[in-house]
């Protein structure tokens, strides 16, 4: 493998990036919303990439990853559908007499929903739905949702490490190495389970004192729907977007069809539906984040900064691939956790198929991988996408009741997220010791 020097480009790349999310993780000192910085980090490395000549505004925009900006505006206008028929308000209520004021046991219920979901699904199209969903039961218990948005985006993201299409980092090494969907759960399937019931634990204890609270809302009076038939069309819809995302592969329609297929539906069966007032609810901001934050990772790629920064693991694969494997899991999380983990994935694959072609076994290094990427999105507020879209359902929450205490900060994320990471990794270090023959032997491959 050609050996990656450091010049200047790189480093420049590198400060852009660190300056710009330090930036991001401090919105709420400077008063800059994480949008508008990450709009002026992206304009600013595209004007350093074009002077040192490793970025051009043509490859910005082709870093934008718009398979996930397609896919998270399709499923927000459906949700906006569904939450206008009332169908919501009836199923929190349901879910709320189970509960019986029961904090934990609601969120066990919830986080088991969202996580057999993101199992079929991608993490992201599961908090879409489940969010609004969470901020509903929330309110008419009359307590706060934060433990629980969270609660969905860290089960949502630790669960759907076990599949192929539950995260997308998976769906990016199962493409590239040739893992189906069975090698899949197979070897991630008990250590994702055990990660799972330790973010279980994990969250109440860290959310003790808010879990503790007696709620003082009830679900005794019957609520009505606001629009039955158009609840029962969105949720054929919702079926059917089930089943297209679990044979997206098979189709050849990349998930944004599949959501976007959905939507035109949706709109087509229930015509008196207003798509002025559809797209009102679908947060630009938050899409206009993604595009910024993509085309900043992507300079920090073209300038082969990551790749940079990968190399070094070669001397550990091949002195010992068990501790090679250790450290890949905790950098993977480390640096997902920091610049989300698609665009690391992403930067990773390469490095890792070249020393496979170099003779090098590394068959452990893929699970590491995506055990890495998957549990170190929990640490951050901005680690994974389905956490920066629980963190604006928070905001848009606190916006609309005048109070500040409902948004989700960097700092309240750090609390919770970074523990659990830290734990979920610890597990999964400690499996992947005691397992490692099995982890490390050969699979089969899709050819």
């Keep these: 493998m050609e050996i990656i020097v450091l010049d200047q480009g790189m480093l420049v790349s590198g400060m852009v990036l660190v300056i710009s ?72 209520a349901q879910i709320g007499k189970f509960a019986r004021g029961r904090q934990f046991l609601l969120m066990a219920i919830m986080g088991t929903a969202v996580t057999f979901l993101s199992l079929l699904l991608d993490n992201v199209t599961t908090v879409v739905i489940f969010g609004p969903l969470i901020v509903l039961i929330a309110q008419k218990m009359k307590v706060t949702p934060i433990p629980y948005l969270m609660a969905a985006a860290l089960l949502s993201d630790t669960g759907g490490v076990a599949t192929l299409v539950g995260d997308p980092p998976n769906l990016m090494i199962g493409s590239a190495v040739g893992i189906s969907f069975m090698t899949f759960v197979e070897h991630l399937g008990i250590i994702v389970l055990a990660a799972w019931i330790g973010t279980l634990i994990a969250l109440r204890f860290l959310c003790r004192e808010e879990l503790s609270k007696i709620p003082t809302g009830t679900f005794e009076e019957e609520i009505p729907y606001k629009d039955k038939s158009l609840w029962l069309k969105a949720c054929f819809v919702l079926g059917l977007l089930v089943i297209l995302f679990i044979i997206h592969d098979v189709i050849h329609w990349q998930p944004w069809m599949v959501a976007g297929a959905g939507f035109i539906i949706l709109v087509l069966i229930a015509k008196h539906v207003e798509m002025e007032k559809v797209m009102t609810e679908v947060e630009m901001p938050l899409l206009i984040f993604f595009i910024s934050l993509f085309i900043i990772v992507g300079g920090v790629e073209q300038s082969n900064f990551l790749q940079y920064i990968g190399q070094f693991i070669i001397e550990f694969v091949k002195e010992d691939l068990l501790m090679a494997t250790i450290i890949l899991m905790w950098v993977s999380a480390v ?8 665009p690391f994935t992403a930067a990773m694959i390469p490095i890792l198929l070249s020393l496979e072609s170099q003779g090098i076994d590394i068959t452990p290094l893929w699970w590491a991988l995506a055990l890495g990427v998957g549990m170190g999105g929990n640490g951050t507020h901005i680690g994974s996408t389905a956490n920066v879209y629980i963190v604006t359902v928070s905001e848009r929450l606190a916006k609309k009741e005048n109070n500040p205490d409902l948004a989700i900060t960097p700092w309240k994320w750090a609390k919770i997220g970074l523990p659990v990471m830290i734990l979920t990794l610890l597990i999964c270090t400690i499996i992947m010791y005691f397992f490692f023959d099995y982890y490390s032997a050969p699979f089969s491959r899709i050819s």
Excluded at 33 to 61: T, W
Excluded at 65 to 78: E, G, H, R
Excluded at 335 to 342: H, K, V
């Design 21 to 92: 999310f330090i930036l991001i993780f401090t919105e709420t000192l400077h008063g800059y919303h994480r949008s508008k910085v990450a709009m002026a980090g992206a304009g600013v490395m595209i004007l350093v990439g074009q002077y040192y000549g490793f970025y051009s505004p043509d490859e910005a925009f082709e870093a934008i990853d718009w398979n996930v900006i397609f896919l998270l505006a399709c499923m927000m206008a459906i949700v906006a559908i569904m939450i206008s028929s009332g169908g919501f308000e009836r199923l929190a």
């Design 335 to 342: 640096m997902s956790a920091a610049i989300d983990n698609i």
